[in-house]
Every structure is written in structure tokens, then in C-alpha cells.
């Protein structure tokens, strides 16, 4: 049964009931509880406010690292021949998923308000210090503006994962097609930033100045999202569907001494449960534990108001100590009992996705496209990614079991992926349209077979283990990007230097006649005989690349 606690002058809990007799199922896996708070319904989201607002949720906590992300074309002229999406992704993953472990346990200590906000502060502070420090400013040199850009990327992880951890678990408070409006959120965001940096690219022709131009419409748009997830939290909607969640994780627990009588009253639907430890009612009053209170029974049915519990407590987040580790590890084994095909079938799909994007597919060279290639690769994932979560917002046809195996089935497409850049000299697929179909057949299976585990899954457990859901599922969402992310890199080990292709574009941009063999190993951080051959290359034969040369990188700066 479903109880609200409130307090009374006398130090004893009052709380309203709903029978669990008269609780039925619904189809979008909330109880009847649901439907109504006490005898009040469900507010409207007129206009479909609150969704649109989730929406916007989703776009704020993603769109800074795929700003990172989007603005390739900047950091690849700005540290040539190293591996800066791969780092970029890598350590993103690698510190989200120590964040959403800490976020887990933590997730009972910080309010749902305070997480979001510190997520949301973190983007913001460190998106406008990379525009105007590092972008702009160009504040250090190459070295060390590689490791401020990491580790901005590294705080930028910390916040905009507890922002989205907090989320899920916000939305798993609410119907299922919240948690669906932030996942289209996730992908509006590539979609969004992908349609800026085509913009931006196409408006300044100067690179620099262009992604000063794509991230201040990033620091925007995050700002916008951060007003917006304000202006909706205090909303009667929200408020409505977290009450319910919250009295949900209450209990009323019997001594041994003790017996539960309804005692009848002249309503004729009402009734009054009364705690007590005299022996089991008799006369005119009803024990839970006498037949005759079955529904089915031909005699009249009560219905449980008002519940006087004497002597303590009914809620467990304040308390610490051994036994609240045990009812926490308690909690999450229920959930993983109840989900366990939905987080494997997340895990799975952010392993294959990771393994090949953003790293692989933006190494796809295109003689004809040049380096507006791998934009268009992201923009076309981002697209279908998109349009596959929109479908999943109707998924009827999905169970866990089919989960996995889709999971499973669509990792075929890492080999596929592979030989569009493999071997780098001549790819096995070199026609640009077959990469663009695998990066929509990825978009597009990514988009519905990672939302529907994230939109199921909380419909699976009791009301008050929905939040913990949303965290949980956001944790094997975190293992399977970490682990796509370090395969990711063993693919690109394996595969070679991209200026063995004949297209690339830093071997273009070196220098066009010099043979791939002569460029292997000269670009790495600190080597001097790259320093030096380039210097020589540059002073004799290309007069009119304008660059400048660092003692620990090259950096091309600007083609006069």
C-alpha cells in the first residue's frame, strides 16, 4: 500500500493509504496510485512545457562535450597528427564513469536540486575559460594547451555526468516519456551543435574565429537550458509526481506484539487502521489478518484513510551507519534482479557505439570531401540518432530479451566501420556514401535501442526505487562508454598513422609530394627532427603556409 507521512502535535506519523487491492496496472507501467493523489488528478503539462524542458535538460548536459567534439576540425589544425578526438573521448569516458559511481553512492546525500545545479555551474565556468583562455586567447603553448584542453574536458565530464545521472533518476520519477524527452535532448544536442559548427564554418572563413563564434552559442544555449530547468522545478506537475515517489519509500512495519485493525465507522468507504497491542479485534471491527477482508468476500469492502502510527519513523535516507549500507546494497540488488536484460542491453549498445564514434569515424578520409568529411559524419549520426529516438517514444515491441539480442546483432557494425579507414592506405570501403550509410545504420540503432532500456527500466521496480533506477542504468551506460572507449583506442593503434592515406589532410597539409613512409614518427610531442625537418621543409619549398613552430609540437596557424 501507498502512505503519505506528514506530523501531528503529539509526535505520532498520520498517513493516507491506498488499498493495494484496488491498485492496477497500467500500461505505461505506473500503478493506479499514479493516476491520482488522493482524490486530487494528475496536473496537465499544458502544451507539453514540461517535456520541451526536458528536452532542453538533455541538450545542456551533452552539448559541452560534444562542442569539444564538433569543433575536430579546430583542434586537429591546432595539434596535427595526434590523436585529439581519441584523448578528447577517452578521458570524457573514463572520468564520467568514476563520477557516476561516486554519483551512485552519493545520490542519497546531495539533494536532486543541488547535483543538478552543481553540473550545470561546472559546464558553464569551464566552457567560457576554454573560448576565451584557450580558443581566443591562445594563452599557452601547443604542450600545454593539449593538457589544459584534456583536463577542461575532464572537468566539463564531472559536471555534465552528474548532470545527467541526476536527470535520469529525475525522470524516472516521472511517466516514461520524460525520461524518452531527455534522450532526444542527448541527440538534439549533436544535431544542434553540428548545424552551429556548419554555420559557423560557413559564415567565418577564418578557423579561429569560427569556433570562438560555435562555443559562445554553446556557453549560450547551456545557459538557456539552466534558466529553463528552473523555471519548470517548482511546477504543480513536477512537484505532484515527486510526492508520489517520495511517499512511496515509506513503509508502516509491524512489531510482533502489535496488530492492525480496520475498525468500521458510519462512512460506508472509510475506515481507520489503527495500531495496537491488544489481541486481534473482534466485534465490530476487521482484521487485515480475517478472510472477510479479501475484496472478493460478500462483505462490504474498506478502504484504508487515515493510519496512526505510533513511536517512529517510517523513512530510511537519514540514517546512517551499517544498517543503512545494507538496506542501499539491498535496494540496488533489487533494482539489478528486477533490470538486469536493460542494463546489459545499454551496456552493450554504448560499447559498440564508442568503439567506433567519435574515433574511427572521424578518421574517414574523402578525397572529394576533405575535412568536411568527418562534420558530415557526425552530423549524420547525430541526425539518425535523433530520428531513433523519437521512435522508441512508441516502442511497443521491445522486451529485455530482444534487447540483448539487438545489442548483440549490431555490434557487426565495428568490423564494418573499420574497413571505411582500414588499411589506411586503401580502404576495403572508399566510396563516401558507404560510411555515410554506416553512420546512420549506427544513429539510427543507437538512438532506439539505447532509449527504450532507459525508458523501460524504471517501469520494472516499485515507485520508490525509481530514482536509484535512473543512476544505476546511467552506471552501465557509463561501463559501456568506458569500455567502447578504451577498444576504441586499440582500433586505432592497430590501423596506423591516417597520413598514410593518400587524401589525408595533414599530409596535404605538410606538404603533398613527401611519401607517407617519411612522415611516420616525425610529429610527436617533443621530437626534435620533426622540428627540424619541418623548419627546413617549410623555409625551401612552401613559402606560403604561414606557421608557427613549437619546441615541443607543430601548429599550423593560418593558409595565407
Known sequence: MVEEITQVPDGHSYSKLVGRARVKRQSDGFS?????????????DAFNVIYLSFVLGGMGFLLPYNSF????????????????????SLVYIVVALLTVLTNNLLVETFSLNSRINFGYIMSFVTLIFVVVCEVWWEA???????????????????????????????TSMLPPKYTQAVMVGESTS???????RVITKFIVNELRGSTVYFFT????TVLTCFAMYHLIRRSDFIQFYIALCERGKT????????DAGLIETNDTQYGILKIQTSPPPTGNQLSFANPAYEPSAPVPTYKVEDVVVRGRHTVTTSSVGLSALKRGIQARWEVTKATYPYMISICLVYFATLCIYPGVASEVVSCTLGSWMPILMMALFNASDLIGKMIASGARYWTGTRLVKGSIMRLILIPLMIMCVAPRHSPRFSAEITAFLYSVMLGLSNGILGSVPMIQAPTKVDDRHRELTGNMMTLMYMFGLAAGSLVAYSIENALGPIEDHPCSPVRVLVYPSVSASSLDGLFMPGSTTSTRFLSTLISTT???????????????????
Open 542 to 560: 612552401t613559402p606560403n603556409l604561414g606557421t608557427i613552430i613549437d619546441a615541443a609540437n607543430v601548429t599550423e596557424t593560418s593558409l595565407l
Open 217 to 220: 552559442v554553446s556557453v549560450s
Open 69 to 88: 567534439i564538433m569543433a575536430m576540425d579546430y583542434f586537429k589544425m591546432r595539434y596535427p597528427l595526434t590523436p585529439v578526438v581519441f584523448d578528447m
Open 32 to 44: 493506479a496510485s499514479r493516476a491520482a493523489y488522493g482524490n486530487i488528478p494528475p496536473p496537465v
Open 190 to 196: 549533436g544535431v544542434f551543435t553540428s548545424i552551429v
Open 251 to 258: 513503509r508502516i512495519t509491524l512489531e510482533p506484539t502489535e
Open 140 to 170: 599557452w603553448g601547443t604542450a600545454t594547451s593539449y593538457t589544459v584542453n584534456l583536463a577542461a574536458v575532464a572537468v566539463v565530464s564531472v559536471g555534465c555526468t552528474v548532470q545527467q545521472s541526476s536527470f535520469y533518476g529525475y
